[in-house]
């Protein structure tokens, strides 16, 4: 079993920064992949950064330039920086990991923390 919990959420101006933490207990290979999602209310969950254990990064195109994913694989901890925030960055953000033992894929979700901007 492995537990994801996320932190840093809450209220901010537009432009300004906010940096999201995910902490990860349980059993973790290192042979995994985290990343943050995001969903506004009507939207659908959307991929906003991840990070591959071998520090491997991909961002979706509405924050590449604005957002940092980075992880610490000692202490299975991923973290999002946010700069320049938006209003349409407004969303609840969750944490996810996937891992793979013995080739079997396993995906965890962590409990959300909700981002707001305004503008």
């Known amino acids: 079993q492995v537990q994801l919990v996320e932190s840093g959420g809450g209220l901010v101006q537009a432009g300004g920064p906010l940096r999201l933490s995910c902490a990860a207990s349980?059993?973790?290979?290192?042979?995994?992949?985290m990343g943050w999602y995001r969903q506004a209310p009507g939207n659908q969950r959307e991929l906003v950064a991840r990070i591959t254990s071998g520090g491997s990064t991909n961002y979706s195109d509405s924050v590449k330039g604005r957002f940092t994913i980075s992880s610490d694989n000692a202490q299975i901890a991923v973290y999002l920086q946010m700069n320049s925030l938006k209003f349409e960055d407004t969303a609840v953000y969750s944490c996810?990991?996937?891992?793979?033992?013995?080739?079997?894929?396993?995906?965890?979700w962590g409990q959300g923390t909700q981002v707001t901007v305004s503008s």
């Open positions: 349980g059993t973790i290979f290192s042979n995994n992949v």
């Open positions: 996810n990991l996937e891992q793979f033992p013995y080739g079997v894929r396993y995906a965890y």
